[in-house]
Nanobody, 119 residues
Protein backbone atom coordinates (compact mmCIF):
# COMPACT_ATOMS: atom_id res chain seq x y z
CA UNK A 1 0.00 0.00 0.00
CA UNK A 2 1.17 3.49 -0.86
CA UNK A 3 0.35 6.50 1.25
CA UNK A 4 0.79 10.11 0.16
CA UNK A 5 0.41 12.89 2.70
CA UNK A 6 -0.01 16.37 1.27
CA UNK A 7 0.07 19.65 3.11
CA UNK A 8 0.48 23.36 2.58
CA UNK A 9 -2.60 24.46 0.67
CA UNK A 10 -4.68 27.44 1.65
CA UNK A 11 -5.97 30.88 0.75
CA UNK A 12 -3.59 33.55 -0.47
CA UNK A 13 -3.87 36.86 -2.27
CA UNK A 14 -2.67 37.28 -5.81
CA UNK A 15 1.07 37.79 -5.88
CA UNK A 16 1.55 35.74 -2.75
CA UNK A 17 3.32 32.46 -2.16
CA UNK A 18 2.56 29.00 -0.85
CA UNK A 19 4.60 25.87 -0.37
CA UNK A 20 3.11 22.42 -0.81
CA UNK A 21 4.64 19.25 0.59
CA UNK A 22 4.01 15.62 -0.28
CA UNK A 23 5.52 12.68 1.56
CA UNK A 24 5.25 9.13 0.27
CA UNK A 25 5.37 6.09 2.53
CA UNK A 26 4.48 2.40 2.53
CA UNK A 27 5.36 0.10 -0.36
CA UNK A 28 7.36 2.70 -2.26
CA UNK A 29 10.41 0.88 -3.48
CA UNK A 30 11.42 1.78 -7.03
CA UNK A 31 9.84 5.22 -7.25
CA UNK A 32 10.48 6.60 -10.71
CA UNK A 33 9.02 10.07 -10.27
CA UNK A 34 6.83 12.30 -8.15
CA UNK A 35 4.86 15.30 -9.22
CA UNK A 36 2.07 17.77 -8.70
CA UNK A 37 -1.10 18.02 -10.73
CA UNK A 38 -4.02 20.37 -10.35
CA UNK A 39 -7.67 20.40 -11.24
CA UNK A 40 -9.76 23.53 -11.37
CA UNK A 41 -13.57 23.37 -11.36
CA UNK A 42 -14.87 22.28 -14.73
CA UNK A 43 -11.41 21.56 -16.08
CA UNK A 44 -9.30 18.47 -16.60
CA UNK A 45 -6.53 17.55 -14.24
CA UNK A 46 -3.22 18.85 -15.56
CA UNK A 47 0.44 18.41 -14.78
CA UNK A 48 1.99 21.28 -12.86
CA UNK A 49 5.49 19.98 -12.20
CA UNK A 50 7.29 16.68 -11.86
CA UNK A 51 10.68 15.42 -10.80
CA UNK A 52 12.20 12.03 -11.57
CA UNK A 53 14.45 9.97 -9.36
CA UNK A 54 17.25 10.92 -11.70
CA UNK A 55 16.57 14.62 -11.22
CA UNK A 56 14.75 15.51 -14.44
CA UNK A 57 12.25 18.31 -13.85
CA UNK A 58 9.31 19.34 -16.00
CA UNK A 59 6.95 22.26 -15.60
CA UNK A 60 3.72 23.29 -17.25
CA UNK A 61 4.28 26.37 -19.37
CA UNK A 62 1.79 28.31 -17.28
CA UNK A 63 3.90 27.99 -14.13
CA UNK A 64 7.44 28.24 -15.48
CA UNK A 65 9.39 30.92 -13.67
CA UNK A 66 6.87 31.05 -10.81
CA UNK A 67 6.77 27.54 -9.38
CA UNK A 68 9.69 25.42 -8.21
CA UNK A 69 9.57 21.71 -7.51
CA UNK A 70 12.21 20.16 -5.30
CA UNK A 71 12.84 16.95 -3.41
CA UNK A 72 14.13 15.84 -0.07
CA UNK A 73 17.87 15.61 -0.67
CA UNK A 74 18.62 13.65 2.46
CA UNK A 75 17.60 10.39 0.77
CA UNK A 76 18.93 8.74 -2.36
CA UNK A 77 15.43 8.04 -3.63
CA UNK A 78 12.79 10.71 -4.04
CA UNK A 79 10.10 10.17 -1.41
CA UNK A 80 9.20 13.74 -0.49
CA UNK A 81 8.60 16.58 -2.89
CA UNK A 82 7.87 20.24 -2.41
CA UNK A 83 6.22 22.78 -4.64
CA UNK A 84 7.13 26.37 -4.01
CA UNK A 85 4.54 28.61 -5.68
CA UNK A 86 5.39 32.29 -6.06
CA UNK A 87 3.59 35.14 -7.82
CA UNK A 88 0.35 33.26 -7.52
CA UNK A 89 -2.51 34.22 -9.79
CA UNK A 90 -6.26 33.67 -9.43
CA UNK A 91 -6.04 31.20 -12.30
CA UNK A 92 -3.80 29.01 -10.14
CA UNK A 93 -6.80 28.28 -7.96
CA UNK A 94 -7.39 24.53 -7.99
CA UNK A 95 -7.13 21.35 -6.01
CA UNK A 96 -3.51 20.27 -6.15
CA UNK A 97 -2.77 16.54 -6.17
CA UNK A 98 0.48 14.77 -5.51
CA UNK A 99 1.26 11.72 -7.63
CA UNK A 100 3.96 9.08 -7.34
CA UNK A 101 4.93 6.76 -10.19
CA UNK A 102 6.28 3.42 -9.05
CA UNK A 103 8.08 1.19 -11.51
CA UNK A 104 5.97 -1.76 -12.76
CA UNK A 105 3.04 -0.67 -10.55
CA UNK A 106 1.82 2.61 -11.95
CA UNK A 107 0.71 5.87 -10.40
CA UNK A 108 -0.78 6.65 -7.00
CA UNK A 109 -2.57 9.84 -6.05
CA UNK A 110 -2.83 11.85 -2.89
CA UNK A 111 -6.10 13.16 -1.54
CA UNK A 112 -5.52 16.68 -2.84
CA UNK A 113 -5.10 20.04 -1.18
CA UNK A 114 -7.04 23.18 -2.05
CA UNK A 115 -5.19 26.27 -3.22
CA UNK A 116 -7.27 29.42 -3.56
CA UNK A 117 -5.83 32.66 -4.88
CA UNK A 118 -7.94 35.75 -4.41
CA UNK A 119 -7.69 38.76 -6.69
Amino acid sequence: QVRLVESGGGLVRAGGSLRLSCAASGSISSIDAMGWYRQAPGKQRELVASITNGGRIDYADSVKGRFTISRDTTKSTVTTVYLRMDSLKPEDTAVYYCKVNIRYRGGYWGQGTQVTVSS
